[in-house]
C-alpha cells in the first residue's frame, strides 16, 4: 500500500511540473454502490457523499498548440452515516482514478473532459446496534478493490462543473468479522463490486 501511495504521488507530482495546462477540478460528490455478494448489503452503506480533487494535464504538441489529450489524477472521498430503529451503520471510503482524458472544447470557453484508466481503493464501514451486552451485533467491513473507472466532466464558462463517474471493480476484497451474542465470526470474500457517482465541482485553470 506504501508503494502504491508513492507511485500515485509521484505521477501526481510530475504531471503537475511537466503541464503545460492543467484543469484542477474540487467538489462535492454522491457514490452509490452495487455489490454482488447479497450478504453485504447488510453491512454496507450503498449511498454515500463525499469529496474529490483532480487535475487534468496537458502538454503542447510540435505545432505549439495545446494537446487534446493529457493525463488525469483523480482522489475521491466518501463517507456515510445511517439510523434505523437502533441499527446504525457508518463506512468511508477512498479511492484514486489514473487515466489518460481527453479534452473537447466548445463554444464561450466551455470543455468536456472525458477520461478512462485505472482505478483503485479501500472501504471501512461497521455497523451496530444500541442494547444491552448480550443483545448487541457488531460488525466490522473492510474492503479493497481494484478496476476500471471512466468519467465525464462539463466545465462551463463560469468554471462550474458537473459531471458523472462509473467504476467497475472485478478485484474486490471484503471481509466482514460479525460478533453476535458473544460469538464470532468472520467471513470473507472475492467478488465485483460496481460504483456509479455524480458531482458537482469547480474548475481552477491555468
Given at each position: ?205 491555468d
Amino acid at each position: 500500500m506504501r508503494r502504491l501511495f508513492f507511485i500515485i504521488t509521484l505521477l501526481f507530482c510530475s504531471s503537475l511540473l511537466f503541464a503545460e495546462r492543467s484543469y484542477i477540478l474540487g467538489g462535492f460528490s454522491l457514490a452509490f454502490d452495487v455489490q454482488e455478494e447479497d450478504e453485504l448489503y447488510e453491512y454496507s452503506m450503498p449511498l454515500t457523499l463525499g469529496g474529490f480533487l483532480e487535475i487534468n494535464n496537458f502538454g503542447e504538441n510540435c505545432y505549439g498548440d495545446d494537446n487534446h489529450v493529457g493525463f488525469q489524477a483523480g482522489f475521491f472521498f466518501n463517507c456515510g452515516m445511517n439510523e434505523d430503529e437502533g441499527e446504525y451503520t457508518s463506512t468511508l471510503s477512498f479511492a484514486t482514478l489514473l487515466a489518460p482524458v481527453l479534452r473537447v472544447s466548445l463554444r464561450d470557453e466551455k470543455l468536456l473532459l472525458f477520461s478512462a484508466g485505472g482505478a483503485a481503493g479501500i472501504d471501512f464501514g461497521g455497523c451496530w446496534t444500541e442494547g444491552e451486552e448480550n443483545e448487541r451485533k457488531d460488525a466490522s467491513v473492510f474492503q479493497a478493490f481494484a478496476g476500471l473507472g471512466a468519467q465525464a466532466a462539463m466545465v462551463l464558462s463560469n468554471d462550474f462543473s458537473f459531471g458523472a463517474n462509473f467504476f467497475y471493480n472485478p478485484l474486490c476484497y471484503t471481509r466482514i468479522n460479525v460478533k453476535d451474542e458473544g460469538k464470532e465470526n468472520d467471513v470473507r470474500s472475492f467478488g465485483n463490486m460496481f460504483r456509479i457517482g455524480v458531482f458537482i465541482a469547480f474548475c481552477l485553470r491555468d
